[in-house]
């Protein structure tokens, strides 16, 4: 494996709060690593030896033509923690290990005209490149976007991307729906906070009606707390909806696969 590996290195790093961070990797070379947008890398630490210690799969924020692998990573506790911790410790220019390989399935389908996408705090890395890749290609007028991002605490949903989501929105209208959600509205650290609230699954089906969507044309993506997607495809399916959803509590083995 030692020789398939990558290096990465951290060209940019953004804390968001104590435990959200956003991660900017960059390959080298710059081209040695490709994927589609929705899809995810798995990285981990340098063992020292040419392998990797404790990899652990991560969306993908960004787009291949950005030419960088942007990360939106919480920090968790071991024994499911146990890569964030050891990335928590590096800065910029530090340098972690790369699966050469991106994988994932959950990925744009175009012919839908109705795609919802529901996803709790990082969750919503994979759609934001789908956004970005599909507004710089100008055919977000094809389709018609819902966007559902939940969180406990307003900072969890990260001024970096709520407000890209929230100007797309502006300049897109009939487009474009971004509803940012929280589930602790009376604690101090949601003060001020503008947006929906309650859990994602139980905005799931008032949200839809409410852009009009019927089921035949809409697919809903789900990403984040596996709970939640448990609940809100339960939701989507009995509304007739197709789903779609990326899972990443499998066990470290099988990301190596």
């Known amino acids: 494996m030692g020789r398939e590996l990558l290096f990465a290195y951290i060209m940019r790093r953004i804390d968001h709060t104590p435990d959200l961070a956003t991660f900017v990797l960059k390959t080298e070379p710059r081209d040695a690593f490709s994927w589609l947008p929705g899809q995810y890398c798995t990285i981990g630490i340098d063992d020292g030896k040419g392998g990797i210690v404790d990899p652990r799969p991560y969306s993908i924020v960004s787009c291949p033509e950005d030419g960088v692998i942007e990360l939106f990573v919480e920090l968790g506790p071991p024994p499911d923690g146990n890569l964030t911790p050891k990335l928590w410790a590096l800065k910029e220019y530090d340098h972690v290990r790369l699966l050469p390989k991106a994988k994932g399935k959950l990925l744009f389908e175009p012919a839908f005209r109705n795609h919802v996408m ?10 934001l490149a789908m956004l970005w890749r599909h507004f710089r290609e100008q055919t977000l007028a094809d389709h018609r976007f819902l966007i559902l991002h939940g969180a406990r605490y307003q900072d969890e949903l990260t001024s970096r991307y709520r407000n890209e989501l929230s100007d797309l929105a502006t300049l897109l209208p009939d487009q474009f729906c971004y509803v940012p959600a929280i589930t602790k509205p009376d604690e101090e650290r949601n003060r001020g906070f503008l947006g929906a609230v309650g859990r994602l699954p139980s905005l799931l089906e008032g949200a839809i009606a409410s852009r009009g969507f019927v089921a035949e044309e809409t697919i809903v993506y789900l990403c984040g707390n596996p ?23 499998k066990p470290a083995k ?3 696969r």
């Not at 529901?118 to 759609?127: H, R």
């Not at 709970?227 to 959803?245: F, N, Q, S, W, Y």
């Open 227 to 249: 709970d939640m997607i448990v609940a809100a495809k339960t939701i989507a399916e009995r509304l007739g909806c197709v789903t779609r959803e990326e899972q990443f509590w």
């Open 254 to 256: 099988e990301a190596l």
């Open 118 to 127: 529901v996803a709790t705090v990082t969750g919503i890395a994979p759609f």
